[in-house]
């Protein structure tokens, strides 16, 4: 079947600290890689995806990379700051899911100041 | 540009009273609409999801029920809540590869 586990939190970082978040996949066929970000208090939000082998996404200084033959994709920021605070989300979509995705159980980061 | 609505923000409701969630998204036609829960502390639970009016399909078995009685309204409903429904729910719309979220309602069933 189709599944996606997370590093468990929480993770606590200082600020400037770099952070990874690992994640990875199991799935039939070739899936579609996604991580939301959700904010205290908020929905979920799109950070960056990744839709083929060796893509690499990025956003607000975030970068993760589809790798097939480790099926992972691991989040990193090379430096974080207090507002990167939230749970973090990994996700797959597997083509022909209608649009279904399934999620990690997220891994909340927080940063001190 | 699409926006995805969801109404109330918050809600306390007591044991057994009855319930109704609603979403709504503008500026497309015709989404896969989603209703995900998120209990305290955990992940992000599937619970229905539309892929048109009147079309719903059931991730888990339970006391809730949905609706899609328009193209770009998605309602999420109970007949009696049970204290293990408090939690955050999400409504969500895909675009493409790429699945949007509301802003979620907190729910506490007390």
């Known amino acids: 079947g189709n599944s996606v586990t997370q590093m468990e939190g929480p993770v606590t970082l200082s600020e400037e600290a770099f952070l990874t978040i690992n994640c990875t996949y199991t799935?039939?066929?070739?899936?579609?890689l996604f991580w939301y970000v959700q904010y205290p208090g908020e929905g979920l939000q799109l950070l960056l995806k990744?839709?083929?082998?060796?893509d690499k996404g990025s956003n607000k200084g975030f970068e993760a990379t589809y790798r097939k033959e480790t099926t992972s994709f691991h989040l990193e920021k090379g430096s974080v700051q207090v507002s990167d605070s939230a749970v973090y989300f990994c996700?797959?979509?597997?083509?022909?899911?209608?649009?279904?995705?399934?999620f990690g159980k997220g891994t909340k980061l927080s940063v001190k100041p | 540009s699409q926006t995805i609505h969801q109404w109330p923000a918050t809600l306390v409701q007591p044991v057994g009273s009855p319930l109704s969630l609603e979403c709504t998204v503008e500026?497309?036609?015709?989404?896969?609409l989603y209703w995900y829960r998120q209990a305290a502390g955990r992940g992000l639970q599937l619970l229905f999801y539309s892929v048109g009016i009147g079309q719903i399909s059931s991730e888990v078995p339970q006391n809730l029920s949905a609706s899609r009685p328009q193209d770009r309204q998605f309602i999420l409903s109970s007949k009696k809540l049970l204290l293990s429904d408090s939690g955050f729910y999400l409504c969500?719309?895909?675009?493409?590869?790429?699945?949007?979220f509301g802003p979620g309602t907190r729910l506490l069933v007390l």
């Open positions: 799935a039939t066929g070739y899936p579609s």
């Open positions: 990744a839709t083929k082998a060796d």
């Open positions: 996700a797959l979509r597997v083509r022909g899911s209608q649009g279904n995705l399934i």
């Open positions: 969500a719309w895909t675009l493409g590869e790429t699945q949007y």
């Open positions: 500026g497309t036609s015709n989404p896969n």
